[in-house]
């Protein structure tokens, strides 16, 4: 399994009238979640780009427990329990400055080869990046 803890600032345009963080911005913390546990395991978005390698998301879901409010320091838990095939799972967590979790997602993500636009493995130094990190 691999962790990854991200810190995220909730901004004012991102609550509603009611100054909750809007619902459609948890995937967007999901998003920079899976991002930053890329950078931290040396395997890029860039450099599976680079290599003819994208990754749509194929399934999102969003779990949404207490509200998150502008100015809030959020903790975004990304988590890999497993060693991708031709899809990768991330499950996340989000917690609030009191260390309580308030939403809990996942998403599923597809390897797709740039040129064919068919589904394909990822590449092999990407999954030595995961299983070099895999506790």
Known sequence: MIISETKIRVRYGETDKM????YG????YYEIGRTEMFREIGATYNKLEDEGIMMPVLNLSA???KPAFY???LTVKTII???PGATIKF???????????INQGETTLAFIDAKSKRPCRPPKDFIAFIKKNMN
């Open 91 to 101: 499950f996340y967590e989000i917690y609030n400055s009191d260390n309580e979790l």
């Open 71 to 73: 100015d809030d320091l």
């Open 81 to 83: 329990k497993d060693i």
């Open 25 to 28: 911005n948890y995937p967007l």
């Open 19 to 22: 100054g909750y963080v809007y």
């Open 63 to 65: 779990k949404y427990i």
